[in-house]
């Protein structure tokens, strides 16, 4: 995977550099009803992500993070408290509106992939591009062009369930970068992969962050991951309970492990 | 800052596509789905053509009985027939049993057959005034009207003067009082067998009202479960769709694309299926050449377009809530889901 030839992609992008607050969340709560039981899965999330950041969400299973990861990228709405992105309560968008930012403003690579499977490798990353409006001719050579650079140039014909857990998660991450978003939402990137791969992945995110300012919000446990990210939010129980930086994650990791 | 934009509808040959391509994939699938359409629009096809051969082949023998009623008559009057000279009048049409009753005699080698107001072989046609001396009796045949005619002219040069009418004695306005012997072919008996047939009819046609309405309903449920099912162990993909930028009324026209694709198909097997076997079955029971010489093709593709139009638009219907349900899900739940 050549960093230098993703950047080419991104080209446009790197001109929406700007500063601020990409995402905001104040006191966003998710209470799911099931029958008569509740579950709290957040209990008031407030936490503002600057543009161009690489944040790092670190906590136990269960604690709530996809839940979040849900909230902020309007695939949910929270049970109360408001998620702004771009400075926009994204409880005011309309469907198309809604639609609109997550085809082209936010990429979502998924905890388990996701990834269509009636559908080839290339057609699932041709699938945002087709819902940008782009023709089926150019998406086909993007979409080539993007797998080649996540190392899946010769299976861009496979189908997902032919392909190993690392591969599918590839294919996601070149689906999420289809539309150059300018949030990525990765829900356990590495999760599946070798150390070599995951890796790349991290120079991928590191990449995407300094050269063309993408905001990057991750889940992980993967200390590598957390060390390149520039803050690292502890999730517990739907709350937050720190936030760190990766210097002083030395001796905290201990408390996880 | 606020650089939001609106998402622009998928293009219908680009929904298209991906629809097809879903179906060709899941084809297991889809051909269950067909199936319940098939066996539907199969069933209602199957009625709708068995009773057709039914009412051709009854009212081939329905035709047979009245002819031999006729002949019956003919017989009983006039006797042997060979050697014998026999008038026809025709006015109007002829209707099939007159044709088959002419036929009948023209078999029983009567000397002559002199017909009048037929125009054309197989027999002579003479003018209305000549009917001869050695003439035995006269049919009067077709179903219309005599007008200016008068029977006793018309019978004055006939020995016998019986004079065989097969609709109304009374067609010619001197009837009563020419003193002429009339006889009918069809008494009080036969009147009231025909519309006894009527009504049989009128109940056959309810039979198969309820019979098309059960079929479109087994057709409706099938389609409705079938695509409801494919719904729900596609949440995920559906939920997918949607953070890539899908909207909802992509996610409807994929479903009715699929269903209507469906109804389609469904519906034209059924409609093969559902025809070909009350033929076969009807074939082999009362010998092909009745069965396919007796049908009316123009209803049988009047059945055939209706069962395969309906089984088609109720596809098309039966998708509109599963479609409905896959379109309005929140994608953070359609994502979870596990089926
Ligand atoms: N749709 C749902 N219905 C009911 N409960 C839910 C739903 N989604 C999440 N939960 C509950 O909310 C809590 C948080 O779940 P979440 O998936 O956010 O955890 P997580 O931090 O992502 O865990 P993991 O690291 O295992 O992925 C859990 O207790 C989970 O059971
Ligand atoms: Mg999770």
Request: hydrophobic share 45%; net charge negative.
């Amino acid at each position: 995977m050549t960093t230098d030839s993703i950047s080419a992609l991104f080209a446009s992008a790197a001109s929406e550099k700007h500063s601020g607050y990409v995402i905001r969340s104040v006191d966003v709560k998710r209470v799911y009803k099931m029958g008569d039981s509740e579950t709290h899965a957040l209990r008031g999330v407030t936490l503002d992500i600057e543009r161009g950041e690489y944040m790092s969400i670190m906590g136990p299973s269960g604690s709530g993070k996809s839940t979040y990861f849900n909230m902020i990228g309007g695939l949910d709405k929270p049970t109360s408290g408001k998620v702004y992105i771009d400075q926009v309560d994204i409880a005011q968008l309309d469907p198309r509106e809604l639609a609109w930012l997550r085809c082209r403003k936010v990429g979502y690579i998924f905890q388990s992939f996701n990834l269509i499977q009636v559908m080839s490798c290339i057609e699932n990353v041709m699938l945002p591009m087709a819902f940008a409006g782009l023709d089926a001719e150019e998406s086909r050579d993007k979409a080539m062009d993007i797998l080649e650079q996540v190392g899946l140039g010769d299976r861009a014909l496979h189908k997902p369930q032919e392909m190993s857990g690392g591969q599918q998660q590839r294919v996601a991450i070149a689906r999420a970068l289809a539309n150059s978003p300018v949030i990525l939402l990765a829900d356990e990137p590495t999760g599946n992969l070798d150390l070599r791969t995951g890796e790349e992945i991290i120079d991928l995110f590191v990449m995407l962050r300094d050269t063309l300012g993408v905001t990057i919000i991750s889940a992980t446990h993967d200390l590598k991951m957390l060390k390149a990210s520039d803050r690292v939010v502890w999730i517990d129980d739907g709350l937050v309970t720190k936030v760190t930086t990766p210097e002083e994650m030395d001796i905290s990791v201990a408390d996880v492990h | 800052m606020n650089q939001l934009g609106i998402q622009e509808k998928l293009p219908f040959a680009r929904a298209m596509r991906i629809s097809i391509q879903g179906i060709r994939i899941r084809v297991g699938r889809s051909l269950v789905t067909v199936s319940g359409v098939v066996l539907g629009i199969a069933f209602l096809m199957s009625n709708l053509t068995s009773q057709l051969i039914l009412k051709a082949v009854q009212s081939e023998r329905e035709l047979k009985q009245t002819v031999d009623l006729m002949q019956a008559l003919v017989k009983s009057e006039i006797g042997v027939l060979e050697g014998k000279q026999i008038a026809v009048a025709v006015f109007g049409e002829l209707s099939n049993a007159d044709e088959q009753l002419l036929a009948r005699i023209r078999s029983g080698e009567p000397a002559a057959i002199r017909a009048f107001g037929v125009s054309g072989a197989p027999y002579e046609s003479y003018p209305l005034e000549k009917v001869g001396e050695g003439v035995v009796a006269m049919l009067v045949l077709g179903d219309a009207e005599v007008a200016g005619i008068s029977l006793g002219d018309l019978t004055a040069g006939m020995s016998q003067k019986v004079v065989l009418d097969s609709v109304d004695d009374r067609r010619f306005e001197d009837a009563l009082d020419s003193g002429v012997r009339r006889e009918l072919f069809f008494g009080d008996q036969v009147r009231q067998r025909q519309a006894e047939l009527k009504a049989a009819e009128k109940q056959a046609l309810f039979r198969t009202i309820w019979i098309a309405a059960i079929s479109m309903f087994v057709t409706v449920i099938g389609v409705s479960n079938a695509l409801l099912m494919s719904v729900t162990e596609r949440f995920r993909e559906i939920g997918t769709m949607k953070c890539l930028g899908a909207l909802s009324a992509f996610i409807r026209t994929l479903f009715l694309i699929e269903s209507s694709l469906i109804g389609v198909v469904g519906s034209v097997v059924g409609v093969i299926v559902g025809a070909t076997l009350p033929l076969l079955v009807y074939g082999f029971l009362y010998g092909f050449p009745t069965v396919l010489g007796a049908l009316d093709y123009g209803l049988l593709g009047l059945a055939a377009m209706g069962s395969a139009c309906s089984g088609t638009i109720l596809s098309i219907l039966a998708a509109i809530y599963p479609a409905r349900v896959a379109s309005n899900m929140v994608p953070a739940a359609a994502l979870r889901s596990t089926v």
